[in-house]
């Protein structure tokens, strides 16, 4: 009998909370706060923070802190604006550090 496999997914490093799915991603080449992070078009079971302007390497944007909705680990951000016109790609989209998340079901 074949085994049933799932879709791949990430989850919290710290609760093991599944957080988004390996086909959500659109970049591997971005950089968060501790490191390499990761671009994502959705996300689940997190809580997104209040909104804030920040200057990131690619210009000013308005973001939202991204934390697990099990264990409030903050993981990442949400994009909610960006002012430069060649990053409004970004808007409505997820990082999630690479040191927070854990690969599960691959």
């Not at 991204?66 to 990442?76: F, H, M, Q, R, T």
């Amino acid at each position: 009998m074949d085994e049933l496999v799932g879709p791949r997914l990430y989850s919290c490093h710290k609760c093991r909370n599944h957080v988004s799915l390996h086909d959500d991603i659109i970049s591997k080449a971005f950089q968060g706060r501790h490191g390499r992070a990761f671009l994502f078009s959705h996300a689940m079971n997190i809580v997104v923070g209040a909104k804030e302007d920040r200057h990131l390497m690619t210009g000013l944007h308005t973001v939202a802190d991204i934390s697990c909705g099990d264990c409030n680990e903050v993981l990442g951000w949400k994009y909610e604006r960006a002012y430069e016109a060649s990053q409004k790609y970004k808007e409505g989209k997820f990082i999630f550090e690479k040191s927070k998340i854990v690969k599960d079901n691959w």
